[in-house]
């Protein structure tokens, strides 16, 4: 069963739906026997098969790994004890050292002084000689990265992510993961522990905006509750506000506004010491407000986030960062949401001025997914008031980065503009014809599927 193509990626994604529901159809294993296997009640394997409970807490995730004796590399943890015979003693000492360590008993008889055969020094000594035995069963063995070359990797993760192809972002995300998953169940150190949560934290964060860029919604919000569930487990508020920020913005896309004004406002319940999550979830609350045509609400927001940009400091890099410049074009698109003429003008304003800071990036820095969306509301703007001048260029300068770094939101985006380039008006002019049709050209394009490591489908 385990060697089924479709079991082996339900287990790399945790979809413990997809999991017991295999095991029943294809292997006959009844709900009851896995829930007697794994330490669940058979009607919440049910539940769980059905969709309706989703399963993230480690603990559980384990319990089912032993109780079906699933390798732990299919599920992203350290092999289970199960998996192979304990490994011989690498103990150096001679086994007469070892007899006479072994002589002194742990609870001596009752009225026998402990140690009594012993000298100080040997007595000293003993007791060294098994805090370091346990001192050794206990040390996390950190292996190929230590924790601080993980957070490192992760920060430079972060960082290069605006400026890169957004798939192999989340390879190296997942891979990451997995390993900070992976010395989180062998680390003992509590110290340690809070570490690789608050690394595997971000890492589900940056998974989580990755998958919502490549188009994946239902598996964004699943990495965002993972990410916040390590935020919660050692209080994070820098993560889980960035956390509830992201799934604004995830539901903002997906036409859901008052969600989106929900989560953005839910971000209020954490106070980061530092970081631009808080600014950040006021923009997005902005532009929601904004598309349920509460004006005031969404100029308050607007006003909120710029006070707040006095006094930002950003924590985390790249990704995780909000700059000034992104702050700009979501005004801009809190404007157009609003439209008139004053806002539109407003729109265009933040708009150029996003583009100018975007382009004062060296190339190789630039958030070319960021910049295509302030071109685009630059091009809404313009034809609202039906200029236009520099509107092709801007669009094929964004169809032509697409190659590059195709993300979700400028998917839809362009989708946005290619509907109000079909209405009556723009579509008898001929020139704004030709930039629809090549906006719809790129739009319907649907990339090839990718294959992970292992044969895993994405």
């Known amino acids: 069963m385990l060697d089924r193509e479709d079991m082996r990626m339900a287990l790399a994604q945790h979809d413990f739906s997809a999991v017991f529901r295999i095991a029943r159809q294809r292997a006959g294993i009844s709900f009851g026997k896995i829930g007697d296997s794994c330490g669940i009640k058979a009607d919440r394997v049910s539940k769980i098969a059905r969709g309706q409970v989703q399963i993230t807490s480690f603990d559980k995730i384990i319990h089912i790994a032993d109780g079906m004796r699933i390798p732990g590399r299919l599920l992203g943890l350290a092999p289970r004890p199960w998996e192979s015979v304990a490994p011989a003693s690498t103990d150096t000492r001679s086994s007469t050292e070892d007899e006479e360590v072994l002589a002194v008993p742990e609870h001596p008889p009752s009225g026998e002084e402990p140690f009594a055969v012993l000298s100080v020094e040997e007595a000293v000594a003993v007791c060294a000689q098994e805090s370091a035995r346990y001192g050794a069963r206990i040390d996390t063995p950190i292996g190929f990265y230590t924790i601080e070359e993980l957070a490192s990797a992760v920060h430079d993760l972060a960082a290069a992510y605006p400026y890169r192809p957004v798939l192999p972002s989340l390879i190296r995300a997942r891979e990451l993961r997995q390993r900070a998953w992976t010395l989180r169940e062998r680390c003992h150190r509590p110290d340690q522990q809070r570490d690789l949560h608050r690394i595997a934290g971000w890492l589900c964060a940056v998974l989580a905006n990755a998958s919502f860029d490549l188009g994946g919604i239902s598996a964004a919000q699943t990495q965002a509750r993972v990410a916040d569930l390590h935020g919660e487990l050692v209080g994070d508020h820098g993560l889980r506000a960035w956390v509830r920020g992201l799934q604004a913005?995830?539901?903002?896309?997906?036409?859901?506004?008052?969600?989106?004004?929900?989560?953005?406002?839910?971000?209020?319940?954490?106070?980061?010491?530092?970081?631009?999550?808080?600014?950040?979830?006021?923009?997005?609350?902005?532009?929601?407000?904004?598309?349920?045509?509460?004006?005031?609400?969404?100029?308050?927001?607007?006003?909120?986030?710029?006070?707040?940009?006095?006094?930002?400091?950003?924590?985390?890099?790249?990704?995780?960062?909000?700059?000034?410049?992104?702050?700009?074009?979501?005004?801009?698109?809190?404007?157009?949401?609003?439209?008139?003429?004053?806002?539109?003008?407003?729109?265009?304003?933040?708009?150029?001025?996003?583009?100018?800071?975007?382009?004062?990036?060296?190339?190789?820095?630039?958030?070319?997914?960021?910049?295509?969306?302030?071109?685009?509301?630059?091009?809404?703007?313009?034809?609202?008031?039906?200029?236009?001048?520099?509107?092709?260029?801007?669009?094929?300068?964004?169809?032509?980065?697409?190659?590059?770094?195709?993300?979700?939101?400028?998917?839809?985006?362009?989708?946005?503009?290619?509907?109000?380039?079909?209405?009556?008006?723009?579509?008898?002019?001929?020139?704004?014809?030709?930039?629809?049709?090549?906006?719809?050209?790129?739009?319907?394009?649907?990339?090839?599927?990718?294959?992970?490591?292992?044969?895993?489908?994405?």
């Open 249 to 458: 913005l995830v539901a903002y896309w997906d036409g859901c506004p008052e969600d989106a004004v929900a989560y953005a406002q839910a971000a209020n319940q954490f106070r980061p010491s530092k970081g631009t999550a808080l600014l950040r979830a006021a923009s997005i609350r902005a532009r929601a407000l904004a598309q349920l045509r509460r004006a005031e609400e969404a100029d308050a927001a607007l006003i909120e986030a710029e006070e707040m940009r006095e006094n930002a400091q950003e924590d985390l890099p790249g990704v995780i960062a909000f700059p000034h410049a992104k702050q700009l074009y979501w005004a801009s698109s809190t404007h157009l949401n609003l439209g008139g003429s004053e806002r539109i003008r407003k729109a265009e304003m933040s708009a150029a001025e996003a583009i100018t800071l975007y382009e004062s990036a060296p190339p190789a820095q630039r958030r070319t997914g960021e910049l295509s969306h302030a071109r685009l509301d630059r091009v809404t703007a313009r034809l609202a008031r039906s200029d236009l001048d520099g509107l092709s260029e801007d669009v094929d300068t964004v169809l032509s980065s697409m190659s590059d770094r195709r993300i979700e939101s400028t998917m839809r985006r362009l989708a946005q503009l290619a509907a109000v380039l079909d209405q009556p008006r723009p579509r008898a002019n001929r020139h704004l014809a030709q930039v629809r049709e090549a906006i719809e050209a790129t739009v319907s394009y649907s990339p090839a599927p990718v294959m992970m490591s292992g044969n895993e489908a994405l």
